[in-house]
């Protein structure tokens, strides 16, 4: 074939990207649009709108391209079974029970893997970003909630029913505060952008950040967490003060989980990246002084990602580049 | 070869368990001594005495077999890296900074193999005990503290330094009770058999649990885990319900286990599974309740080891037999 391209798809809660990838791992050509499908309540036969979604970015990627385009994979966001199929969505309400394999490759005509977004994210980190070369790696995708993706022993940890790296749920707090997936104290309602704005509320109701405040209009109930990455940007001290506070508690989930799978690098990607940034020194104190035995171990990388919002799509791209979710293993 | 003979050792803090596997994997010959280089404080340098012992436990093994031993392994209790070397041993003090593997194999003229000793476990009950069969396996063995050992798509999960599987010093509760290993609030805290005793001292101050304090001689502070068993098992209300709560503690980790690896079975092993086995269906109802989308899984099989205190030293000899502990992958 004269050009083999692969097209990667990851779909978010707003928006969806797409990106064609050439031959030599290369963006030939990029695609943007909103997700229409994230109404909550709406029945999974509506679905049929992400499928109606997905099929326009990859006929508006196909217009642009010369070659032939050999697969597609996507990236959803939830849990993916080894089918392809979108089992549980949270965050995606319309198109949980959907068949985005099966119905998206019939109407392509094409082959269609569908993966887990963070574990994309992973993928693309692992092969093109951050973890190249790393046998044993790590990522954490930090946004609304945090995603999570597994590579150990050179390959990419599916497990049984290709849920793998679920971390986001993790309980670090049995007392701590209720989750929408109806457990108290995740990792998440601590350690992601919702659990940064709500640390921040509480400060803020206790009479603290009176920058961020202003920032957020004058009512601590409306503070953010990017309110707090704003203020803690300009160097004020008392959101830099609740950054720490938040990276202690990433710290502390990322050494619950580099203590279990004994991980060499750990990529920190997603949204919040920019707050991340600011505290990246304190986190990795914090996980070093949280990991068992760190004294007799070789040191952590705790690194940025570095592909930015494509990491999912060209992850996504690599899988269906290599054929399938289970052929992911060190080249 | 006559007879390709393997022997297993597993070293615990108070006992040495050594046995001979013959050709189809039937234990041949078994030996048990006391574990002498086990007094808090001691140099590495005395660590030469865990040699002698296992240097002896070979002697007798072999005394007592009419084939060659072609290989022996060894599991020790910390972090043991893939070298061999016993890098961090809070239960076996004198053991600690000791090259187990260089030091044995010169001793004995045979190649050994050094393993954690949860990691060992898990491999023989992987490979001939409850967990036979599955790719996607954890276990965890219950003691003083609690030990783990991982299977992720056929391949026993080794991490980047060969420390994978220290799951009972993920933390599930910042501001829970201090463990030794400086951090608060460690999943064995509560989970474990020194967990339990924790819990039933609490419930005992408290004016609970008469039967179990009557059984511990009179002292609330002299409450362990055994004597809530022993209680609970001639159907004691009290030690039930004191039971009961540290299995929820049980679930709670496990699930977030299961999250992360998307476990298909996991064994329950190690000296309190006869306190296991009397919650063992309430474990199963409250990790199904934590377990994020456990709607949208498959089930997940929580069941005892079956190769009891014999399973670290089984293991051990197979990481032996197939030559590594890299090698350790589905046949």
């Known amino acids: 074939m004269a ?22 791992g290369d963006a030939l050509a990029q695609v943007r649009m909103p997700t229409t499908v994230t109404t909550p309540g709406v029945h999974p036969a509506e679905g049929g709108r992400l499928i109606d979604d997905l099929a326009a970015v990859v006929e508006q990627l196909r217009a642009s391209l010369s070659g032939d385009v ?27 029970g959907l068949d985005i394999a099966g119905e998206l490759s019939a109407r392509l005509g094409v082959p269609v893997v569908v993966d887990n977004d963070a574990t994309c994210a992973t993928v693309g980190e692992w ?11 790590l990522m954490v995708t930090l ?8 590579v150990a022993g050179g390959r990419v940890v599916r497990g049984a029913w290709g849920f793998a790296g679920e971390v986001g749920h993790m309980v670090v707090d049995p007392g701590g505060p209720p989750c929408p997936c109806g457990k108290r104290g995740c990792w998440e309602r601590f350690a992601s952008g919702s659990g940064l704005g709500r640390l921040a509320r509480e400060a803020a109701h206790a009479g603290h950040l009176d920058h961020v405040v202003l920032l957020a209009g004058g009512d601590p109930e409306s503070v953010r967490g990017e309110h707090v ?12 003060a609740v950054l720490a506070e938040w990276g202690r ?20 990607g997603g949204g919040l990246l920019d707050a991340v940034a600011l505290v990246f020194d ?29 990491a999912g799509a060209i992850g996504a791209a690599l899988v269906a580049r290599r054929g399938g979710r289970d052929r992911l293993v060190a080249s």
Chains 1, 2 share one sequence.
Do not use: H, Y
């Open 3 to 24: 050009e083999d391209v692969t097209l990667g798809i990851d779909v978010g809660g707003t928006k969806i990207l797409g990106l064609a990838l050439g031959p030599s």
């Open 70 to 96: 050999t697969g597609v994979g996507v990236g959803a966001p939830g849990l993916v079974d080894s089918d392809g199929v979108l089992r549980f969505a949270p965050n995606l309400p319309g198109g949980a």
């Open 127 to 137: 092969m093109q970003g951050a973890a190249v070369g790393a046998d044993d790696a």
């Open 143 to 150: 946004g609304t909630g945090i995603g999570g993706g597994i």
């Open 229 to 240: 990455t704003t203020a803690a940007q300009a160097d004020d001290a008392e959101a830099l």
């Open 249 to 268: 508690w990433l710290a502390l989930g990322l050494s619950n989980l580099a203590l279990v799978l004994d991980t060499a690098v750990i990529v920190v």
């Open 282 to 310: 304190s986190v990795r104190r914090s996980f070093a002084e949280m990991l068992e035995g760190a004294a007799f171990r070789p040191e952590v990388a705790i690194v940025p990602a570095v592909l930015g919002e494509r």
